[in-house]
Each structure stands twice: as C-alpha cells, then as structure tokens.
Nanobody, 123 residues
C-alpha cells in the first residue's frame, strides 16, 4: 500500500519555525520526485518546493530563502524546514510524489498524495 504521511504541522507565531516531515512507503522512493504543496482556505493549491530524483531543488518565489527541502533516502522521508513563518504561510501542507514529472508544480503530474498537515501562523 502506497502511503505518504505528513507530520510536524502546528500553531506558531510569526517569525517562528516548523519542520514538516513526509514519510513515504509502498513505492520505490528513489524513483519519484517529492514535492510540498499547500492550500489555504479559499485559495487554490500551490506548489511550495520540490526535490527531483537527480537532486534538483525548486522553490516557489514566496518561500525561497525561508524554506529548505531535504531528503533522507535511508528513511524514505522528505523534510521541509520552514523558517520566518508568516501569517500568509497558513495552509494545509501536503506532500506528493511524481514518477514522470514534467512541470514541477503542476499537481496533475503527481501520482500519490498525503493527507496533509495543518500549519497556522499567528500574527
């Protein structure tokens, strides 16, 4: 059974930090690009960060310099370190896996999705 399980969300004040984890199982982790998406209330889902199978890393402009994606292939886990969080970062954060990624932040490219973890940033 394929699973992507996110954890690490929570409530934090503006300027604070959180570290999200995405634990993958049921598929060959090294063959898939892993991305983080987020969806805020009333807004469309947007791509946040992605790490591809060859180690290339991508960020949406709004988080570049504040968020860092990393991967522990031994544990089949991807992390998203989020620093200097702002109220506009409040959203449900999802991780997703793509086998044949073309457009990095096109959600249609992703085969598997986690259930999401809530991140709330208070001002």
């Amino acid at each position: 059974e394929v699973q992507l399980v996110e954890s690490g969300g929570g409530l934090v004040q503006a300027g604070g930090s959180l570290r999200l984890s995405c634990a993958a199982s049921g598929f060959t982790f090294d063959d898939y690009a892993i991305a983080w998406f987020r969806q805020a209330p009333g807004k469309e889902r947007e791509g946040v960060s992605c790490i591809t199978t060859d180690g290339n890393i991508h960020y949406v402009d709004s988080v570049r310099g504040r968020f860092t994606i990393s991967s522990d292939t031994a544990k089949n886990t991807v992390f998203l370190q989020m620093n200097d969080l702002q109220p506009e970062d409040t959203a449900i954060y999802y991780c997703a896996a793509s086998y044949t990624i073309s457009t990095i932040f096109d959600s249609d490219n992703y085969d598997y999705w986690g259930q999401g973890t809530q991140v709330t940033v208070s001002s």
